[in-house]
């Protein structure tokens, strides 16, 4: 009984740090929407480059496999 009233006094303290980060974000002057922007499209670069490498490592394998 203890540890789950102990498991929700820690649970209520992290929602409550979380809810004073959002408060302190929003009036920090951030622009959300340029942020998120500018993530998605980080995002879509690396998954880009990621592809350019799976693709450079499958034409690799299939030069060395037709050399052998």
Not at 37 to 56: F, G, L, R
Request: glycine share 2%; charged share 25%.
């Amino acid at each position: 009984m203890i540890n789950n009233i102990n498991s929700l006094t820690s649970s209520f303290n992290n929602f409550n740090n979380v809810a004073k980060e959002r408060n302190n974000l929003f009036d920090s002057g951030v622009d959300l929407v340029k942020n998120v922007t500018a993530e998605i499209e980080i995002e879509k670069d690396v998954k880009a480059n990621i592809k350019s490498i799976q693709t450079q490592d499958e034409m690799t394998k299939t030069i060395l496999d037709i050399k052998a």
